[in-house]
């Protein structure tokens, strides 16, 4: 892979925005600096990347060797993949804009789904990678192939802390107190969410059970 790969891509274009994804993985401070604050980055960019991710995760459950994962097609659901990428990414996302507003962090809403988005690209590309690899190596080669996928997951991580510590301007340690929080945050919302959920659908079941007697009586 060349180095020009890994130089900064000029502003404007969606291709310019994609390639900049690669800049960021390895020059993760400069890069998420720029992504928000000189524009290198593009929304078009963030959801093709989220796109993307949701695709490797269908790939990786459908594709990978059955030696290091069981895939069961009957209970294979795409929509529901991609639910598991998507819903944690937005709560992510208003999780950490809602509490860092008040922490006097500097970075909106959008700035912070578009640059944990391009933080997910160590993950999309050393996934795919592996589960092509998976397909090529033995039981007793797994190591290799379980280390690789804990390195994207660990990479991507520390590409999210780099993000938010440069678009929020804050220290490591505020940073990681904010992140800390957020993923409180993450959990309350999720557990309102659950609760309201639960609330509508005992409202549905109560109205149908009205109109089931209803219709039973004018029977």
């Known amino acids: ?7 900064p891509a000029g502003r404007g274009g969606l291709l310019n925005s994609l390639r900049y994804s690669l800049y960021v993985c390895v020059h993760p401070l400069d890069g998420f600096w720029d992504l928000t604050h000189e524009k290198r980055g593009s929304l078009g ?10 695709a490797v995760q269908i790939f990786k459950t459908t594709m990978t060797s059955f030696l290091f994962w069981s895939f069961h097609a009957e209970y294979f659901n795409a929509a529901m993949m991609g639910l598991q990428v998507i819903v944690p990414l937005l ?5 950490n804009w809602s509490l860092t507003t008040l922490m006097d962090g500097k970075g909106h809403l959008r700035e912070i789904y578009m640059a944990t988005s391009y933080a997910l690209t160590p993950y999309c590309l050393i996934t795919a990678a592996m589960v092509l690899f998976s397909r090529i190596i033995t039981i007793e080669e797994g190591a290799v192939y379980q280390v690789f996928n804990t390195f994207a997951v660990v990479w ?7 993000a938010m510590m440069m678009i929020h301007d804050y220290s490591p340690g505020k940073m990681l107190f904010s992140s800390f929080l957020s993923i409180v945050g993450m959990g309350v919302m999720l557990f309102i969410f659950l609760i309201f959920f639960m609330l509508i659908s005992d409202c549905f079941a109560y109205v149908v059970s009205v109109v089931k007697e209803i219709l039973y009586r004018m029977d």
């Open 1 to 7: 892979m060349s180095a020009k790969m890994f130089e």
């Open 45 to 54: 960019a963030a959801h093709i990347i989220v796109a993307a991710t949701v």
């Open 91 to 95: 709560l992510w996302t208003v999780a």
């Open 156 to 162: 991507t991580a520390v590409l999210i802390m780099a």
